[in-house]
């Protein structure tokens, strides 16, 4: 029975384990609990910002799909990020007709319920990036909507 040299098994067994150390996944820094949604299916889409500039565009600097079912905790929709340290806001959105997008009117209001990180409000107008926004960092922040 061919055995391997000690040194070369020490080896491969340091290589292995440091490859898996740095592939491995990052702790989450930021959580989403949203509540109101037990009672229904489908999915909501969350879109995460990092700038005013960007607020409510297309520039998201992270989108995700959750499908509600499958993150239901509690009565709650859990769902968890890694996001660099910085400023951040959040749009999230029920996808009623479960079509992918957020259905608006005429003018451009939602037709599918909307919320928003730290629940911001609209007035006169869309909600600010700066209402919307809070910061994250090395240790877990939830968000609550």
Do not use: C
């Amino acid at each position: 029975m061919n055995h391997l040299p000690r040194p070369l098994l020490a080896m491969l067994l340091v290589l292995f384990t440091a490859t898996r150390f740095a592939f491995a996944e990052p702790e989450a820094n930021l959580a989403l609990h949203i509540a109101g949604l037990e009672e229904v299916s489908g999915n909501v889409f969350i879109a995460v910002y990092d700038s005013e500039d960007s607020w409510l565009s297309e520039d998201t600097v992270l989108e995700k799909q959750v499908v509600i079912v499958d993150s239901l905790q509690d009565g709650l929709v859990q769902t968890a990020f890694h996001l660099p340290p910085g400023q951040y806001a959040m749009t999230v959105f029920y996808d009623r007709d479960d079509d992918g997008k957020l259905d608006t009117n005429f003018i451009g209001m939602p037709k599918e319920p909307i919320a928003l990180s730290n629940n911001a409000k609209a007035k006169f107008g869309p909600p600010k990036f700066e209402d919307a926004a809070f910061e994250v960092g090395d240790v877990l922040l939830v968000q609550a909507i």
